[in-house]
């Protein structure tokens, strides 16, 4: 049973055409959900960690937000350069520790 | 540069033999991961190492294993065991046990024909 789930699976936006990602979980008792990104060929990339249910940050086109069943990446006027595959990731705490468990991704292309 | 290195970048290998995946980080950092990353899949979780000298099986551990007697380095082994290697293998690092993000190294693409 996926504890996170993305979507959707690929998006193809138009340089400008601000959209959304959709990240949910069914994991209880979160104790902090990540977004990365990730370009071909390459490790991820933190981008940014939000705790608690109506926090909120940015980072220059990208807004992540988070309720109490999902967070959303918001890209605004996206770049071509934006495109990339998108990942989030929520602790999931095991044998002790805290591990992070990933959903499959949604991979992002703007075009110019 | 604090960061985390993963060699070498390829690597192809024979079926039937084992091989060692090299990761090494100088970010002082406790907690060590590897991932295995397939087309269109998220990263499954292969091992990981919150000490020195102490590692856990994460979702995926059939066929590999690993050391941790650094704190700079864990190194994975695919053995001639695991019967799908072939695959982009990614390592990561944490400060502590607690809600912190992870760093990746750049990845390990291992083809095994």
């Known amino acids: 049973e996926d504890q996170v789930t993305q979507s959707p699976e690929a998006l193809r936006l138009q340089e400008g055409e601000s959209s959304s990602l959709n990240c949910s979980y069914t994991?209880?008792?979160?104790?902090?959900l990540f977004w990365y990104r990730q370009d071909p060929g390459k490790g991820p990339e933190f981008l940014f960690t939000?705790?608690?249910a109506g926090e909120e940050k940015e980072k220059e086109r990208l807004k992540a937000t988070l309720t109490k069943k999902e967070s959303f990446l918001h890209i605004t006027a996206p770049k071509p350069e934006d495109s990339a595959t998108y990942l989030c990731?929520?602790?999931?705490?095991?044998?002790?520790?805290?591990?992070?468990?990933f959903g499959r991704g949604t991979s992002l292309i703007v075009h110019p | 540069d604090g960061g985390i290195t993963q060699s070498p970048k390829y690597l192809f290998r024979k079926e039937g033999q084992n091989v060692t995946l090299s990761c090494e980080q100088n970010?002082?950092?406790?907690?060590m991961y590897w991932y295995r990353q397939d087309p269109g899949q998220g990263l499954r979780l292969i091992y990981y190492?919150?000490?020195?000298?102490?590692?856990q099986k994460g979702d995926i551990a059939e066929g590999y294993s690993v050391s941790r007697e650094k704190k700079e380095s864990f190194p994975l082994t695919v053995t001639s065991a695991q019967k799908n290697p072939t695959a982009f293998y990614l390592c990561?690092?944490?400060?502590?046990?607690?809600?912190?993000?992870?760093?990746f190294g750049p990845g390990t693409r291992l083809t095994v024909t």
């Open positions: 990561a690092s944490k400060t502590g046990q607690g809600n912190h993000e992870q760093y």
């Open positions: 994991v209880s008792g979160l104790r902090g």
């Open positions: 939000l705790y608690s």
């Open positions: 990731a929520v602790q999931v705490f095991t044998g002790g520790s805290y591990i992070p468990t």
């Open positions: 970010l002082n950092h406790d907690a």
């Open positions: 190492s919150q000490i020195v000298n102490d590692f």
